[in-house]
């Protein structure tokens, strides 16, 4: 299997896929507030042909009320167009179980509405006669909701979590998430759920199905979630940094973690997508040039760019020209880490901990400059 790598395209992206499966939080918002850029973005890339699907590994929330918040947003969205984790759930375990079967809730009312269209029936009690355990995030989960499931699962019930997310983002910093709760019934009976949330196919199959996507193309804040997911059936994917992942983390990123593309943000779907060019070993890309050599990669301006560089097209640190140079970066980074038999394991997921970072230097105030942005440490 040839490494997989950036991908460029000719064709804004929202033309050349026909759905876009967006992943929601840190994608289309942050908490309860919008990304600034989405609401527009989303608005223009419907209007030239591309369809919408918000799919979120929050258990939590039934489809309306999501769709209710987008709307808040800005961003009109029908229940249908909402697929969470809880859907995914029920669809694996309908698929399981015979019609009607009883299944103990371990979460909200998101997962019961999900059993309930699946033909599944919730119950609360392990004396209740379930045939299965399905756990999913809630911030209301008490001790006898978790009791329930402990005896439920030590009985032998066969146990599935919507999601293993160890934290949901809050603008207090990371909360915990699903993943966590989870833990806590795993310390409990020693056992261990499946998950089909994201990366497990299970919600893409369901993503998929519901949109009616031939073309999709997911859009998510996470490697370890979003992109995992998408590289684990074949489907492109759209990496954005408004979320939790940082340039570094995409520089380290293990084969399986890899994004067919990347931008700052959703804006990144109605444009074309820089093709990411490797010659005699120097990665190009916009007016970058990175240069990999044993275990280490260097960023350059492009011969005739000035001492100091042209005019950056933003002082963020994610405008067009500093996405152009993580490109490059990210590609001689990969290159580096393979041959080095680094970065392969799949098993390690999220950050950049316990695999290094090839030494990253810079040649000139430009590149320097540009590496102070993007946060990747390097030295002259
Ligand atoms: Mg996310």
Redo the contacts with the bound molecule.
Sequence with gaps: MPTPSLRGSDTPLCQRFDVALL?????VYLGREAVPTAPAALRDARARGMRLAFVTNNAARPPQAVAEHLADLGIPADPGDVITSAQAAAHYLAERLPAGSRVLVVGTVGLQEALRERGLEPVDSADDDPAAVVQGYSPDLSWRQLAEGAVAIRRGLPWVATNLDPTVPSPRGPLPGNGSLVAALRHATGATPVSTGKPHPTMHRESVERSAAQRPLVV???LDT?IEGANAVGCASLLVLS?VTTAQDVMTAPAALRPWFVAADISGVLEPAPEVVVRDGVVACGRWRVSAAEAAVRLAAAEGADEDGRPAVSREPTGADAIDALRALAVASWTVLDAAGGCPDSDVHGSAEGRGLPAVTAAGTAATQMLRRLGVEGST
């Design positions: 992943d929601l939080d840190g994608v998510g804040d996470r979003d979320g």
